[in-house]
């Protein structure tokens, strides 16, 4: 079955800029969406279609493709932003979803 | 403001059945697609099954297929999961997610419920 891969964790200080990055061959053919969650809470959509960001979500939050691989970007990382980072996608039929294993982003 | 609360889940033995809900509002349910997504305890978010706007396309995870089965009342702006033959490994969170558009499996989710627990234990 097809599945997307993240780094476990990414770890940034605080203002600097924190990169997650998701792959997976059917990346060129459906789009990645990335969703924020902080412990005991639901994930909350962050990025949509690749690049795009939802009304509410600081535009410090961005995301970028390239060929089988998805980049989620947060520009001046906040002590808020500390929480698990996942990216999902679809397979290449568009007949199931799949998410990434998760990304753990620490605020140093 | 839209609002999905899931319900159903519980304690249950290996080998039984569940059959969880999720009661819609603040949006217009008849279009969007509707996903189930689980997270067992410590672990990340797995994606179950989902359904599209009409009932027209539905998807389901190689680990629920053929003892799953997703379904929806637009006209009770409703999403339900029956979950036959649960075993150990389906002890989760279950929850009810909004897609961001009218196909199942490959537009996101843009609004998520809390979650309902699933147990699976003798």
């Known amino acids: 079955s097809y599945e997307l891969t993240q780094p476990p964790s990414v770890s940034v200080s605080p203002g600097q800029t924190a990169r997650i990055t998701c792959s997976g061959d059917?990346?060129?053919?459906?789009?990645a969406y990335w969703y924020q969650q902080k412990p005991g809470q639901a994930p909350v959509l962050v990025i949509y279609?690749?690049?795009e960001r939802p009304s509410g979500i600081p535009e410090r939050f961005s995301g970028s493709s390239s060929g089988t691989t998805v980049t989620l970007t947060i520009s001046g990382v906040q002590a808020e932003d500390e929480a698990d980072y996942y990216c999902?996608?679809?397979?290449?039929?568009?007949?199931?979803?799949?998410f990434g294993g998760g990304t753990k982003l620490t605020v140093l | 403001e839209v609002q999905l609360v899931e319900s159903g889940g519980g304690l249950v033995q290996p080998g039984r059945s569940l059959r969880l809900s999720c009661a819609a509002s603040g949006f217009t349910f008849d279009d969007y697609a509707m996903h189930w997504v689980r997270q067992a305890p410590g672990k990340g978010l797995e994606w179950v099954s989902g359904i599209s706007w009409n009932s027209g396309s539905i998807g389901y995870a190689d680990s629920v297929k053929g003892r799953f089965t997703i379904s929806r009342d637009n006209a009770k702006n409703s999403l339900y999961l029956q979950m036959n033959s649960l075993r150990a490994e389906d002890t989760a969170l279950y929850y009810c997610a909004k897609g961001t558009g009218r196909l199942a499996a490959r537009e996101g989710d843009d609004y998520w419920g809390q979650g309902t627990l699933v147990t699976v234990s003798s």
């Open positions: 279609k690749d690049s």
């Open positions: 059917a990346l060129p053919k459906q789009y």
């Open positions: 999902q996608s679809a397979d290449s039929s568009g007949t199931y979803g799949v």
